[in-house]
């Protein structure tokens, strides 16, 4: 019988949606694969998971465990990082998953008796589980190998201590090109001890004990990185990104139904057709940044004075208290659509008439303009973004937006306002400068290069039915 394999997706769309890829390419490759979560999660993917069981025969089940809502003092329903509307909020979602939730997990994991764990790189507790059952545990990294090789370096040579402010610019020793950065760009765990570091940490030793860790990425996109990442970790990065162009060719995308707010996603699709190809700037930050109203009234004029047509998404909003100034962002015109709540991003960017993207820099967004050929304004806010800007620049695939330079500790964006007269120069940069034009061949490039490591015989693939072949070796060893 084919090796049965359990995967823990952590509760945040971009961690979950990649790793039920990896589960749903699992399966396709005959594995028996089960994703455990909570019930609200399974709406984001259970259509397609059904489809491959029911419709494709494969062999791939949901189990979910019910959320603590009422331990939390949350409200039913919010189960996910993406429904937090703020900080306080987002924790709880996190205890509740991390810690709450860990023995019910590891009663149901001991239930299946799988042949191997692919875990979160979160539910570093896993790791001890693995052991125990003695299977094989595979931690999912939801980023890249650059972001891995400078946070290392970072740590090991401290550039940081050694300027004398936040604004002064430092190289960071180790890497493989030079690559400044301020301190105030970087995470605030490396200037003092936070819960954040901890975990970070945590992951790193869970890691280090794992049977191999997977990447959503590939060595095409960062082949220096790639090395240096296994020689600084001494261990084998499994690289099967980017698994969008994988999980494409399993489904094509067509509807957007399933999403919340699909209606007005619908609309904006057909607003795209009556646009010239390449006009439009898709505006989108990741699934859950917030920013104050005086950001948000910088960005959409700066959006109207560059004179573009713009699809605008934004997310609920802490400060309502001054809503009336933002009630022009409702609207939806030749030149403007804004969506308030949750965009259709990947049929926004395949669609021809988009000309460029203005992103945080989440990994999953840039993979996915990437592979579309879609050129980048970076707008870095939090989390490791900062680093993936640095990635996108140092390759030529981006414009940074200027004056961005503050790291935020969340996705509740309290970063001194970026000017409009800022936000304005980079999209007109990205839309119509004789730089962007030099930006447009590399994306182009780099979404044949992708492609590429996708086919057979390409360096993700490879690396997949490695893995994959890997996982079965291992649980014939354990049956002997
Ligand atoms: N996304 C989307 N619609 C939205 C916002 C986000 O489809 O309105 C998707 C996007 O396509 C990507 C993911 O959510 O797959 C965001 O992941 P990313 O790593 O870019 O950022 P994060 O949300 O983790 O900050």
Redesign the pocket.
């Known amino acids: 019988m084919a090796p049965h394999v359990v995967f823990l997706p952590y509760s945040?769309?971009?961690h979950l949606?990649a790793l039920v890829q990896i589960a749903r390419l699992f399966a396709f490759h005959g594995l028996r694969v089960t994703i455990i979560t909570t019930p609200r999660n399974t709406r984001i993917f259970q259509a397609s998971v059904d489809k491959d069981r029911l419709v494709s025969g494969r062999s791939i089940y949901v189990r979910t465990l019910k959320f603590p809502s009422g331990e939390l003092g949350l409200s039913e329903g919010i189960e996910n990082l993406v429904s937090a509307t703020s900080i306080e909020i987002a924790g709880k979602v996190h205890y509740g998953i991390i810690h709450l939730l860990q023995k019910p997990l590891e009663q149901m994991i001991r239930q299946l008796d799988p042949d191997c764990i692919v875990s979160d790189m979160l539910f570093t507790w896993t790791v001890d589980l693995a052991e125990e059952l003695h299977i094989p545990r595979f931690s999912f990294q939801?980023t890249n190998f650059f972001y891995q090789c400078v946070r290392h370096c970072l740590t090991e040579y401290t550039p940081h201590n050694k300027v004398d402010s936040d604004s002064e610019s430092f190289a960071i020793p180790g890497l493989l090109h030079e690559i400044k950065m301020k301190r105030s760009e970087i995470e605030d765990y490396f200037k003092e001890e936070t819960y954040y570091g901890k975990m970070v940490k945590s992951v790193i030793d869970a890691d280090l004990r794992s049977h191999g860790i997977i990447h959503n990425t590939c060595s095409e996109l960062e082949p220096a990185y790639a090395e240096l990442y296994e020689k600084i970790r001494g261990k084998k990065g499994w690289h099967v990104g980017p698994l969008s162009l994988f999980i494409n060719k399993l489904d094509e995308v067509k509807s957007s139904k399933g999403?919340p707010n699909w209606k007005d996603s619908d609309d904006c699709l057909s607003w795209l057709e009556n646009q010239e190809p390449n006009s439009v700037l898709f505006v989108?930050f990741?699934?859950?940044?917030k920013f104050s109203n005086n950001q948000l009234t910088e960005i959409t004029l700066a959006l109207k004075g560059a004179n573009f047509p713009f699809i605008l998404?934004v997310k609920e909003q802490q400060d309502h208290h001054d809503d009336n100034n933002n009630k022009e962002m409702l609207i939806k015109n030749d030149k403007c659509f804004i969506?308030k709540?949750?965009?259709?991003?990947?049929l926004i960017l395949k669609h021809r008439a988009i000309g460029g993207f203005m992103?945080?820099c989440?990994?999953?967004?840039?993979l996915?303009a990437l592979t579309l050929g879609v050129p980048l304004i970076a707008w870095p806010l939090f989390?490791e973004q900062f680093h993936n800007a640095n990635l996108l620049e140092q390759l030529g695939l981006a414009i940074r937006v200027g004056g961005a330079d503050v790291w935020n500790s969340g996705?509740i964006v309290s970063s001194p306002v970026v000017s409009r007269e800022k936000i304005e120069l980079a999209v007109k940069r990205l839309m119509y400068s004789e730089e962007s034009r030099k930006i447009r061949a590399n994306v182009k490039l780099m979404a044949e290069t992708l492609k590429g490591a996708t086919e057979e015989g390409g360096s993700s693939h490879s690396h997949l039915i490695a893995l994959i072949e890997e996982i079965k070796r291992c649980a014939i060893k354990n049956s002997t």
């Open positions: 945040m769309m971009s949606t939801p999403i989108c990741g699934s859950s940044t998404v969506i709540g949750w965009a259709p991003q990947v992103t945080h989440g990994w999953n967004s840039i996915e989390s996705f």
